[in-house]
């Protein structure tokens, strides 16, 4: 019997890789330009750290972790935690007052797989510690859109503001009212949901309850003073950046540290997973988990995704890998000279392949093609003796005889 990949985790195979490096390395030089330093976290973290973090009440901690239930340690369903773990561990509020902080790896929540959701899925993971101003809010998002102009993908942006502790007690009792005359009519995870958070009803993707909660009152009309001020903020700076915007006061979070600020980035070209980014603000999170009162605000972005998206949007060739050159050896003393050529090279950095088969020119052709070759380099005997070979453009087809002392000095001018 064949082992195969257990259910909901992936392969990433060679002809994906090339846009998953897309996504990493547009994504680092956005994030460069903002500012921002790479962290590494483990991915085996204290159970506690999530159940504290994420609320015990939520699906991920109740139905979603990967547990080792004797070793109370779990594999991160989400970065956030992580991350602000090793903020605290490391005290890294006493070496900058604002740390602008980011991560790249997998998660883990065992949940059922459908399109762009594994159960080992990729995070993009954005976090600014520090600062409570809600132009940094609005900057963030700004840099969710800058990377999406980037990567050349279309998305909408959706804000909304989750109120704070002052206020959103008395938005609570409103919403468990309303949702208490409909209770009969939603579905069992809803009914279990009002009592224990009330919010996260109108968080519920089943057509059904979303039906119930079309006229449910919204948070915005209940902020107090301090977070109406600041979502007014957030919106004028959006503007002030030409960054885009719709207010969807039915937009929560799932996880229960958020405060304020929450939005996402959404495409109507994925079915039913429509956010490709969600994010918001946690101010009081860092405390929660045993750290000083600082504020922080952040996003995960799914990579698997923004693959499915960039798929969707550029026709895909069947080339595993881009180089440089290709060079075909006929004959053993011109494989022995390839062979050596070929390491000469990738030595000073260009990206070189042979056969080492013996194969004919022509599959050695085919072979080049399919490499994504720029160019095609043929020795045989004659050429040694001659110091001279035809470098083949594999674009155009044009060739040109060039003398084989020069081969390292023409590519390295020509690939720059």
């Not at 985790?9 to 897309?22: A, T």
């Not at 509020?93 to 991560?103: A, D, E, I, K, Y």
């Not at 102009?149 to 959103?168: F, H, K, Q, W, Y």
């Amino acid at each position: 019997m064949k082992i195969k990949a257990l259910n909901g985790f992936k392969d990433i195979l060679p002809d994906e890789i090339l846009l998953w490096r897309r996504v990493e390395e547009n994504a680092r030089s956005v994030l460069e330009r903002f500012h921002f330093a790479e962290v590494r976290v483990p991915v085996l973290e204290k159970t506690e750290l999530f159940s504290r973090s994420i609320g015990a009440d939520t699906d991920i901690v109740e139905k979603e972790m990967y547990t080792f239930v004797d070793k109370q340690i779990t594999m991160r369903p989400e970065a956030t935690a992580s991350l602000m773990r090793s903020y605290i561990e490391h005290s890294m509020h006493g070496l900058r007052p604002v740390q602008r902080l980011f991560t790249i790896g997998p998660m883990f929540r065992h949940e059922r797989p459908q399109k762009g959701r594994q159960r080992q899925f990729h995070q993009l993971d954005v976090e600014v510690l520090g600062s409570a101003s809600p132009r940094l809010d609005a900057e963030l998002m700004s840099l969710g859109d800058a990377l999406f102009a980037e990567l050349g993908v279309t998305t909408s942006l959706e804000i909304n503001s989750l109120g704070c502790p002052a206020c959103r007690p008395g938005y609570r009792r409103v919403l468990l009212a309303f949702i208490e005359e409909r209770l009969d009519n939603l579905c069992e995870d809803c009914q279990r949901r009002s009592v224990r958070n009330p919010l996260r009803v109108l968080d519920c993707k089943k057509q059904g309850c979303r039906r119930q909660v079309e006229e449910a009152p919204s948070v915005i009309d209940y902020l107090c003073e301090g977070c109406s001020v600041h979502f007014t903020e957030v919106r004028r700076n959006l503007e002030l950046l030409e960054v885009e915007y719709k207010v969807n006061k039915f937009m929560v979070r799932g996880l229960d540290y958020y405060v304020r600020t929450t939005f996402e980035f959404i495409t109507d070209q994925l079915g039913a997973q429509s956010a490709v980014c969600a994010g918001g603000r946690y101010d009081g999170l860092i405390e929660m988990l045993g750290g000083p009162k600082i504020p922080g605000i952040g996003f995960a972005m799914g990579i698997e995704r923004l693959v499915l998206l960039l798929k969707q949007h550029e026709e895909q060739s069947d080339k595993i890998a881009e180089i440089d050159l290709f060079i075909a050896g006929l004959g053993e003393e011109a494989a022995d000279y390839s062979f050596k050529l070929m390491h000469e090279l990738r030595g000073q950095g260009l990206r070189v392949a042979m056969d080492l088969d013996g194969k004919s020119l022509k599959s050695q052709m085919k072979q080049a093609d399919r490499a994504g070759a720029r160019y095609a380099l043929i020795v045989g005997s004659q050429e040694l003796a001659d110091n001279q070979a035809p470098l083949r453009d594999m674009e155009s087809g044009e060739q040109t005889e060039l003398n084989l002392d020069s081969i390292a000095s023409f590519l390295t001018d020509a690939v720059e």
